[in-house]
């Protein structure tokens, strides 16, 4: 009998939601403050976590070649949500959106795929945990949304191999709003690849690990 697995929808939106409630509270103890969470975000983020739980019904790994474009997708969804119209409106950021995410010499999806192939035995939490650095330092893989596609990437690749995706709480925000801006404002270097990345990918690949909750994933028998 074949295993998959299956996010748990709602437990990941009351999450959110208990985040979007206390973010004043929250945004006071973070090193840079950000905007407040908007209705609009949790939506389309809750768009993305439906999508990416297709993908995991249907065992398809987002850092595989073939499935590329639905890292896109995510992104698409974490800006636009599934709403046609809003769709037509941004056509073009849409088009211009996929030809960094696809070309882009210092931060492309092609890069991120190989090296995940390349380090395939590495753990889940340690792909999870380099992919997400090095489409959030500088330059980035997409013009918006990476911190959002990031963090459904990274539930991708860990819910793929049965562990728990990324999803944020009130508990774990701080530990997570702080690295990832960190990491945000760090440019991609020969030295900053040779030690500051591979540093800050070691923390979070621990704070990852930490925060990991079970509840977010539920096993499905086929």
């Known amino acids: 009998m074949s295993k998959r697995y299956q996010l ?7 999450s959110l939601r208990e985040v979007q409630a206390n973010f004043e509270r929250i945004n006071g103890t973070l090193r840079m403050r950000r905007e407040p969470i908007a209705d609009v975000i949790i939506e389309n983020l809750l768009a993305g976590y439906a999508y990416l739980n297709e993908l995991l019904l249907n ?5 595989r070649e073939e499935n590329k474009h639905h890292v896109l997708e995510l992104n698409q969804r974490v800006l636009c949500g599934t709403d046609e119209m809003v769709r037509f409106e941004f056509a073009n950021h849409m088009r211009q959106t996929a030809i960094r995410f696809y070309n ?3 931060c492309n999806i092609s890069r991120i795929v190989q090296w995940n192939r390349k380090h395939k035995s590495d753990s889940a939490w340690e792909r999870a945990a ?10 980035q893989l997409f013009f918006e949304g ?5 963090a459904l990437l990274m539930s ?10 990324f999803v944020l709480t009130i508990e774990n925000a701080n530990a997570y709003f702080d690295p990832s801006t960190l990491a945000k404002l760090t440019e991609k270097s020969f030295f900053t690849k040779l030690y500051k990345l591979p540093a800050i990918t070691k923390n979070f690949t621990k704070f990852l690990k930490k ?5 977010f994933l539920e096993t499905v028998k086929i």
């Open 8 to 14: 748990r929808l709602d437990l990941i939106e009351a």
């Open 59 to 63: 065992k398809i790994n987002l850092v």
């Open 104 to 106: 882009q010499s210092d």
């Open 130 to 139: 380099r992919t997400y650095t090095y489409m959030l330092s500088r330059p």
């Open 146 to 150: 990476n911190h959002r596609t990031g």
């Open 156 to 165: 991708g690749i860990l819910a793929h191999e049965g562990l728990p995706p």
């Open 211 to 215: 925060q990991a909750d079970k509840r």
